[in-house]
Nanobody, 116 residues
């Protein structure tokens, strides 16, 4: 099973930007999809965005136009670029992958706090 490690979370002011990284323990070659989710205590985890092996992206309506998912295969890293951050974006952010057997793997998360 792949190990995923997120980084880049922190405190940012409203309107600011932040880029999260997710490094995988092995190549993305065998994954059919990957992406990011987020969770606030007491609420269910929600999908933020997805990236297919073919390069297609899809985003939650709440972040579309502000968040961008990309990947760097040379270092097995997935990114989430966030701009125009709002207090309601405050959450623990998790990356995930889906392999050809439809097995989902999740990282342990990185906390993003949007506050003045």
């Amino acid at each position: 099973q792949v190990q995923l490690v997120e980084s880049g979370g922190g405190l940012v002011q409203p309107g600011g930007s932040l880029t999260l990284s997710c490094t995988a323990s092995r190549s993305f070659f065998n994954f059919i999809g990957m992406g990011w989710g987020r969770q606030v205590p007491g609420k269910e985890r929600e999908l933020v965005g997805t990236l297919t092996s073919g390069g297609s992206t899809n985003y939650a309506r709440s972040v579309e136009g502000r968040f961008t998912i990309s990947r760097d295969d040379s270092n097995n890293t997935l990114y989430l670029q966030m701009s125009g951050l709002k207090p309601e974006d405050t959450a623990e952010y998790y990356c995930y992958t889906v392999d050809r057997l439809m097995m989902h793997s999740w990282g342990k998360g990185t906390l993003v706090t949007v506050s003045s």
